[in-house]
C-alpha cells in the first residue's frame, strides 16, 4: 500500500523557522521524483519545491527562493522541506508528491500556520 505521511507542520511566528518531513512506503521512492506543494484557502495548489531521484534538478517557486531547502535522504524513504524566515503568506496546507512517468502519489497534506 502506497503512503505519504507529512509531519512537521504547526504554528510559528513570522520569521520563524519548520521543517516538513514526508515519509514514503510502498513504492520505489528512489526512482520518483518528489515534491512539496502548498494550498491556501481559497487559492490553488502550486508547487513550491521538487527535487529529483538523485537529489539534483532542484527548483523552487520564486515566492520561496532562499527561505527554503528542499532534501531527500532516499536511504530513508523521507523528502524534507526545511522552511526559515516564514511569512504570514507561507501560511497553507503543505502536501508531498512523489512522480513517475504519470504515476503520482499524495500525503494528505499537513497544516502550516505562520501569525503571531
Known amino acids: 500500500q502506497v503512503q505519504l505521511v507529512e509531519s512537521g507542520g504547526g504554528l510559528v511566528q513570522p520569521g520563524g523557522s519548520l521543517r516538513l518531513s514526508c515519509a514514503a512506503s510502498?513504492?520505489?521512492?528512489?526512482?520518483?521524483?518528489m515534491s512539496w506543494h502548498r494550498q491556501a484557502p481559497g487559492k490553488e495548489r502550486e508547487r513550491v519545491a521538487a527535487?529529483?531521484?538523485?537529489?539534483?534538478?532542484?527548483n523552487y517557486a520564486d515566492s520561496v527562493k532562499g527561505r527554503f531547502t528542499i532534501s531527500r535522504d532516499n536511504a530513508k524513504n523521507t523528502v524534507y522541506l526545511q522552511m526559515n524566515k516564514l511569512r504570514p503568506e507561507d501560511t497553507a496546507v503543505y502536501y508531498c508528491?512523489?512522480?513517475?512517468?504519470?504515476?503520482?502519489?499524495w500525503g494528505q497534506g499537513t497544516q502550516v500556520t505562520v501569525s503571531s
Open positions: 508528491n512523489a512522480y513517475r512517468f504519470g504515476d503520482t502519489y
Open positions: 510502498g513504492f520505489d521512492f528512489s526512482t520518483y521524483s
Open positions: 527535487i529529483i531521484t538523485g537529489g539534483g534538478g532542484i
